[in-house]
T-cell receptor, first 113, second 111 residues
């Protein structure tokens, strides 16, 4: 089946620095790319998303970039804080439509004070 | 404002026993509804989706079934639990072509 590859699986950064997570997808028809943040024992929360008609989107210290040619998208967290420590998942819509989301394997981000 | 509720919060069940998990969404008319499964420390796997009452599509076969008896209700069930069914079950909703939002989840332990 379709896959979304997410790297790195573990990421440790110093407080105040930037963190970057990269994802690649297989289906050129994918047109929707959300990012979720999940804290231990909690449900995933949508933090930012981008659609295929955009190359960049920014909100509250988060930047998402989309390179459709390379089938690659990335999340950049600027000025990281300890509260940013969590599991992050990328996802891409599947061939069957925008209802279908295929998730990456997740990145465990730790922001060290 | 919309609210999504899942029940039970947690469940411990024996292998071979039946299971029923529920999800209700209030404040949205005719949402798309989804069931996801997450193994401990794992990624999110979409199991089922439903666009309308009475209609459910299976995404992956895990010896589970789903039903949508009402516009605001989605049920996940099985007659016989396996050890591999343990994990975190999440219900999600969206409007057509829009973002998916997750419910609080049900943690299932099968012994």
């Amino acid at each position: 089946g379709e896959q979304v590859e997410q790297l790195p699986s573990i990421l440790r950064v110093q407080e105040g620095s930037s963190a970057s997570i990269n994802c690649t997808y297989e289906n050129s028809a994918s047109n929707y790319f959300p990012w979720y943040k999940q804290e231990p024992g909690e449900n995933p929360k949508l933090i930012i998303d981008i659609r295929s008609n955009m190359e960049r989107k920014q909100t509250q210290g988060l930047i998402v970039l989309l390179d459709k040619k390379a089938k690659r998208f990335s999340l950049h967290i600027t000025d990281t804080q300890p509260g940013d420590s969590a599991m992050y998942f990328c996802a891409a819509s599947g061939a069957s439509g925008s209802w279908q989301l295929i998730f990456g394997s997740g990145t465990q981000l730790t922001v060290m004070p | 404002a919309q609210t999504i509720h899942q029940w039970p919060v947690a469940e411990i069940k024996a292998v071979g026993s039946p299971l029923s998990l529920g999800c209700t969404i209030k404040g949205k008319s005719s949402p798309n509804l989804y069931w996801y499964w997450q193994a401990t420390g794992g990624t999110l796997q979409q199991l089922f989706y439903s666009i309308t009452v009475g209609q459910v599509e299976s995404v992956v076969q895990l010896n589970l079934s789903a039903s949508r008896p009402k516009d605001d209700q989605f049920i996940l069930s099985t007659e016989k639990l396996l050890l591999s069914h343990s994990g975190f079950y999440l219900c999600a909703w969206s409007l057509v072509g829009a973002e998916q939002y997750f419910g609080p989840g049900t943690r299932l332990t099968v012994l």
